[in-house]
């Protein structure tokens, strides 16, 4: 069973950047990360695949980016122009599929390990 660790959350003022990592305990081809904030789903923010591929949800497009460093088998997710709505708790989960242009797994059913999380504030 893939072990994720997430790390990097914190708390910051609207406009504001974060960085998240996520270190795996072995190799994954395609990793995302997901955010639920309280009394909503858990919500897909990006993904990333192996050959540096990438895809975002349309809330964080343009402001977040996401990369897949293979051979420290992690994932960070650099959040920049932080807005109220994007406070969450952040996951990294390891995907149960391939994934690349065609077809990116955006439903948590399509992941089969999740890191515990870390908290995202965005609050002035």
């Known amino acids: 069973q893939v072990q994720l660790v997430e790390s990097g959350g914190g708390s910051v003022q609207p406009g504001g950047s974060l960085r998240l990592s996520c270190v795996s305990s072995?190799?994954?081809?395609?990793m995302g990360w997901f955010r639920q904030a309280p009394g909503k789903e858990r919500e897909w923010v990006a993904a990333a695949n192996t050959y540096g591929s990438t895809a975002y949800a349309d809330s964080v497009k343009d402001r977040f980016t996401i990369t897949k460093d293979n051979a420290k088998y992690s994932l960070y997710l650099q959040m920049n122009s932080l807005k109220s709505e994007d406070t969450a708790m952040y996951y990294c989960?390891?995907?149960?599929?391939?994934?690349?242009?065609?077809?990116?797994?955006?439903?948590?059913?399509?992941?089969?390990?999740w890191g515990q999380g870390t908290q995202v504030t965005v609050s002035s």
């Open positions: 072995e190799y994954v081809y395609c």
């Open positions: 989960a390891a995907a149960g599929t391939t994934c690349s242009s065609g077809s990116w797994p955006k439903h948590p059913r399509g992941y089969n390990a």
